[in-house]
């Protein structure tokens, strides 16, 4: 990667044997380098896993709390809801009944009186049939 930077082109041209001890010094210095940041990166991530560790569980058990909360919320809600419904339907079933009693009575009145004229009808025929 040096070599092919600016400095290492500019060394190339120059060609001296000064400039290749500085080429090999800087290749040398710049693999010491490497080398040192792999390993402080070692360290650093060694020292901060458990960290992450605990950072990861909290989360983990604050989630699992949450969703614990969430579930109860949810429970009572529905039965809160289904309460509700229930009681709306009790009332429009109410208002329904209310409604149609009129009719239902009407229709009750009509049937009966359709009743008795077929019976009466049914009486007739039958005194006919039986005086001819």
């Given at each position: 990667?040096?070599?092919?930077?600016?400095?290492?082109?500019?060394?190339?041209?120059?060609?001296?044997?000064?400039?290749?001890?500085?080429?090999?010094?800087i290749t040398e210095e710049s693999e010491v380098l490497k080398e040192r940041l792999g390993?402080?990166?070692?360290?650093?991530?060694?020292?901060?896993?458990?960290?992450?560790?605990?950072?990861?569980?909290?989360?983990?058990?604050?989630?699992?709390?949450?969703?614990?909360?969430?579930?109860?919320?949810?429970?009572?809600?529905?039965?809160?809801?289904?309460?509700?419904?229930?009681?709306?339907?009790?009332?429009?079933?109410?208002?329904?009944?209310?409604?149609?009693?009129?009719?239902?009575?009407?229709?009750?009145?009509?049937?009966?009186?359709?009743?008795?004229?077929?019976?009466?009808?049914?009486?007739?025929?039958?005194?006919?049939?039986?005086?001819?």
């Open positions: 990667m040096i070599e092919t930077s600016q400095l290492g082109q500019e060394a190339k041209r120059t060609h001296t044997p000064q400039s290749e001890d500085l080429m090999t010094t390993q402080d990166m070692n360290t650093l991530r060694d020292k901060l896993e458990p960290y992450a560790d605990n950072l990861k569980s909290q989360i983990q058990q604050r989630v699992e709390e949450l969703m614990a909360a969430m579930t109860s919320y949810a429970e009572s809600l529905d039965s809160e809801t289904l309460e509700e419904l229930r009681g709306n339907l009790e009332q429009s079933v109410k208002e329904l009944q209310a409604q149609l009693e009129p009719y239902t009575d009407e229709l009750k009145e009509n049937v009966g009186q359709n009743l008795q004229d077929m019976k009466k009808s049914f009486i007739v025929s039958t005194e006919d049939f039986l005086q001819s």
